[in-house]
T-cell receptor, first 114, second 111 residues
Framework: EPEVTQTPSHQVTQMGQEVILRCVPISNHLYFYWYRQILGQKVEFLVSFYNNEISEKSEIFDDQFSVERPDGSNFTLKIRSTKLEDSAMYFC????????????FGPGTRLLVL | QKEVEQNSGPLSVPEGAIASLNCTYSDRGSQSFFWYRQYSGKSPELIMSIYSNGDKEDGRFTAQLNKASQYVSLLIRDSQPSDSATYLCAVSDNQGGKLIFGQGTELSVKP
């Protein structure tokens, strides 16, 4: 069964460093998303991506964040200068050909900023 | 601010009982509704999707949607200890497709 994959599973970084989180969505999906979940809190939407551009972003997704689909299979989230409060679980999700279809989540990357 | 509300629990039921999980949402424009299960430290896993008013059954799970009351529920019949997890209600307005999640209800099924 196709699934969303994410790498790395864990990332520890120093405050101010850049991190890139990688995702491989399900191959025939067209909509891609990043969410994050701070420990003990709800899952929060960061950004959606369709047709090679951002379709929506949340207030959390400020200038420190960027997304890219560099090669038609990978979907990346970059945090340019990490802050302590960026420590969270980051989930990539993808969905099919229609907006509002079921989103399938990857296993997540646990990011710890020291 | 679009909100999705759930009782955080924990909801404790004995094995074999019916577990009832509830969710309300604030945006009347919401079109797609989902229940995900999340084990501690893991990612959300889809249980059910529902798009129109009424009931939708899948095995031991039944989702119920009432758009007039802005209410979604999930019933789990014959609850098993392996059902113990946090259940997340998520809602989409179908514009950008983003999901708005509730806080989740922690379910504990006691043998």
């Amino acid at each position: 069964e196709p699934e969303v994959t994410q790498t790395p599973s864990h990332q520890v970084t120093q405050m101010g460093q850049e991190v890139i989180l990688r995702c491989v969505p399900i191959s025939n999906h067209l909509y891609f998303y990043w969410y994050r979940q701070i420990l003990g809190q709800k899952v929060e939407f960061l950004v959606s991506f369709y047709n090679n551009e951002i379709s929506e972003k949340s207030e959390i997704f400020d200038d420190q964040f960027s997304v890219e689909r560099p090669d038609g299979s990978n979907f990346t989230l970059k945090i340019r200068s990490t802050k302590l409060e960026d420590s969270a679980m980051y989930f990539c999700a993808s969905s099919g050909r229609l907006v509002g279809e079921t989103q399938y989540f990857g296993p997540g990357t646990r990011l710890l900023v020291l | 601010q679009k909100e999705v509300e759930q009782n955080s629990g924990p909801l404790s039921v004995p094995e074999g009982a019916i577990a009832s999980l509830n969710c309300t949402y604030s945006d009347r424009g919401s079109q797609s509704f989902f229940w995900y299960r999340q084990y501690s430290g893991k990612s959300p896993e889809l249980i059910m999707s529902i798009y129109s008013n009424g009931d939708k059954e899948d095995g031991r799970f039944t989702a119920q949607l009432n758009k007039a009351s802005q209410y979604v529920s999930l019933l789990i019949r014959d609850s098993q200890p392996s059902d113990s997890a946090t259940y997340l209600c998520a809602v989409s307005d179908n514009q950008g497709g983003k999901l708005i999640f509730g806080q989740g209800t922690e379910l504990s099924v006691k043998p």
